[in-house]
């Protein structure tokens, strides 16, 4: 849906890394990907891990709005490049990834609203891309029972789009009725059991890994299914519900890795995991293909985890364990969060 055709992209067009080392150092410089805090010296102080626990609304973007203790979180998410390949599916994308935050908050999704920024009316491809968008978040909000008034998208018309593309934005608001049923991202105990809910894929196209590390920005979608994203907030809400998991993060932007480097730094702990041998290493890792929930688990309960999902047919993959601080992949040290990987890098 732009001036400019995506080109094919199949993953063999690019190597396999045969250091994982120069892919993490080279992208964990990036700003919006990875909380590194290796600007400190000049900005803001450390993440202290005490504001980071399970009882910290906040960061979950959790608030009251009465006195009957009702508590909601909203997710707010944007997106102007896979709009451009496809609004059609980038919508749903977008809708499925708040959603997928929301739940991983034990939240349960409700209603949302959206708007579209930068758009030439005057232009007949800005047209087009804005009607496939309002047909993407139609269909998604129907299949996540989302209350959303599609007579009522915000646009932000301008004569000319300039050197800023539209951008669609997204706002998922989810209620929590039990307190007991919050949880955050990062990972709380040496010794938990890390597991990966959802299927991996030989799969990087439109993630950072390509655009930054390959230098690739043209390429298709990330691997994604609608209807696998409602089955998974369903068994996800099952699974918070009967207290089966401790933390829960969706994969998301930068890929597992990234993904798990976030989760552990708050509490300063690491992670030993082991990828999928049917899958490339730099797929497993950095790829951000849709509908994959990272969660630890405690050991006594992994049985039952891992029996609830098998009964859902929902594809789940032990990765490994939480780690004192050591981050460990394929029995390869790459360091501790406290030093290691990172100060390695300073240096």
Not at 41 to 49: K, P, T
Not at 187 to 211: Q, T, V
Not at 304 to 321: Q, Y
């Amino acid at each position: 849906m732009s001036e400019t055709e995506v080109k094919l992209f199949n993953i063999d067009q690019v190597a396999e890394p045969e250091d994982l080392r120069n892919v993490i150092y080279s992208m964990i410089a990036i700003p919006h990907l990875s909380p590194v805090n290796i600007f400190n010296e000049f900005a803001s102080s450390a993440i202290d891990s005490k504001q980071v626990g399970k009882d910290d609304l906040s960061g979950a973007g959790i608030f009251s709005v009465d006195d009957n203790g009702t508590l909601f979180s909203q997710t707010i998410y944007a997106d102007y490049k896979r709009l451009a390949i496809d609004p059609f599916v980038a919508a749903q994308i977008l809708v499925a990834k708040a959603v997928r935050r929301l739940v991983c908050y034990g939240a349960e999704p409700v209603a949302m609203s959206a708007y579209i920024n930068n758009v030439d009316f005057a232009s007949p491809i800005a047209e087009e891309m804005v009607m496939a968008a309002r047909l993407g978040l139609s269909a998604a909000a129907t299949v996540f029972n989302l209350q959303f008034p599609n007579w009522k998208i915000f646009y932000d018309n301008v004569n000319s789009t300039g050197a800023v593309p539209p951008t669609l934005i997204v706002s998922v608001v989810g209620k929590l009725t039990n307190r007991k049923e919050i949880l955050t991202t990062s990972i709380k105990k040496k010794g938990h059991n890390l597991l990966l809910i959802g299927r991996s894929f030989n799969d990087i196209s439109g993630s950072e890994y390509l655009a930054h590390f390959h230098e690739i920005k043209n390429s298709p979608l990330m691997q994604f299914n609608l209807a696998f994203e409602k089955k998974l907030m369903v068994a996800m809400r099952e699974l918070i519900k009967n207290n089966l998991v401790v933390s829960a993060s969706p994969v998301g932007i930068g890929g597992l890795f990234f993904t798990l480097l976030r989760d552990a730094l708050p509490n300063e702990l690491g992670f030993d995991i082991t990828t999928d041998s049917e899958i490339r290493s730099d797929a497993f890792l950095f790829g951000e293909g849709m509908g994959r929930i990272v969660v630890s688990v405690e050991e006594a309960k992994e049985n039952e985890f891992v029996d609830f999902l098998f009964d859902h047919k929902i594809p789940v993959m032990t990765l490994g364990h939480v780690t004192k601080g050591e981050i460990r992949i394929d029995d390869k040290s790459l360091g501790f969060v406290d030093k290691g990987i990172i100060g390695e890098y300073l240096d």
